[in-house]
């Protein structure tokens, strides 16, 4: 390999393979530094009711102030925290800081926290949640934590107990984008879930697709008859969401109501005495 021929002539070779691993590198210096910095917050999404259009929630989703990259969006550096295990700590701060926020609400708003699947298998997450909940004094019923369907891949004796667990605090559990992993009917049927939120790419296309509307309509059905409820995410359009509240979601999410935004500005917007008359496409 070049490589053996040392160091210049494995830059001059494989120029392209020693910059990605340099800006790598970089990426997770910077990582490691910004979480010590303080660098992350969590922005709130609302979640609304079909059903009346009443705001039960808000989606904790992080974002990182980046000094000079300004602010970055998640996909951007979970999957790099992901791989080298800081996501652990980074998701414990969420869970700690979501459960801070939320204990601030009228006490029926929810928040509900995305878990990383390597999150999940560490050993330890309950106490971690049970400690954010004693901080906070948030009550457990208050918390909803979101999975994705990677988290059933693996472990499945150990996953089952860490949900019966955090059920068993009541906590409520919801499966994240539901139909874009490796969605086996299965996993609705052993596993505890509260919820199914309907993923977006299935929710975009019911204005334009029969296909969409079918599979809508079907895992609403399905989730009905599993005593779960379902959320549709990534309602953009009036159309959207009259469809989405015929086929029987029970609640739903999206730019239309609001973007996720930070804790202070939901506050204002939403929750406080002096919140501003909602806007129409609240009223049901
Ligand atoms: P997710 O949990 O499925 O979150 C929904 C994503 O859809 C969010 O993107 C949200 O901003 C976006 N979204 C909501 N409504 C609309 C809409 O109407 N149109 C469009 N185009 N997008 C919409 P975001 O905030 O960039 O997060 C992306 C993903 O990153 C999340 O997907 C979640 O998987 C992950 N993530 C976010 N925060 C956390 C966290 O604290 N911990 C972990 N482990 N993962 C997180
Ligand atoms: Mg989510
Ligand atoms: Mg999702
Ligand atoms: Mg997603």
């Given at each position: ?179 874009t992993g490796y969605s086996s009917l ?22 334009n697709d029969a296909g969409s509307l ?24 009036d159309e959207q969401r009259d469809r ?41």
């Amino acid at each position: 390999r070049a490589k053996s021929d040392g160091r210049g002539m494995y830059r001059f070779f494989e120029p392209a393979m020693d910059e990605e691993a340099q800006s790598r590198r970089a990426l997770e210096q910077d990582l490691r530094s910004g979480l010590a910095a303080g660098e992350f917050e969590l922005h709130y999404q609302p979640i609304v009711k079909t059903d009346g259009r009443e705001i039960t929630g808000f989606e904790a989703l992080i974002r990182w102030r980046h000094p000079r990259r300004g602010l970055v969006a998640p996909n951007s550096f979970i999957p790099l925290a992901e791989e080298i295990g800081l996501i652990v700590p980074i998701g414990e701060w969420v869970i700690r800081q979501a459960c801070a926020t939320a204990s601030r609400w009228p006490s029926h708003m929810h928040v509900a926290v995305n878990i990383s699947a390597v999150q999940f298998r560490q050993a330890g997450l309950t106490e971690v949640i049970v400690g954010a909940l004693a901080a906070s004094g948030l009550d457990p019923q208050r918390l909803e934590i979101e999975i994705t369907e990677s988290v059933l891949l693996q472990d499945r004796n150990g996953t089952l107990a860490t949900l019966h667990q955090l059920r068993a605090l009541g906590i409520r559990i919801a499966m994240d984008d539901f139909g874009t992993g490796y969605s086996s009917l299965t996993y609705l049927q052993c596993f505890p879930f509260d919820k199914i939120k309907i993923d977006r790419s299935f929710v975009s296309g019911v204005g334009n697709d029969a296909g969409s509307l079918s599979i809508v309509r079907a895992v609403a059905a399905m989730a009905r008859g599993l005593g779960m409820t379902t959320t549709a995410e990534g309602v953009e359009t009036d159309e959207q969401r009259d469809r989405i509240t015929a086929e029987g979601c029970t609640e739903m999410q999206g730019y239309l109501f609001s973007r996720p935004l930070p804790a202070a500005e939901i506050e204002r917007r939403f929750l406080s005495a002096e919140a501003p008359v909602r806007p129409d496409r609240f009223a049901a």
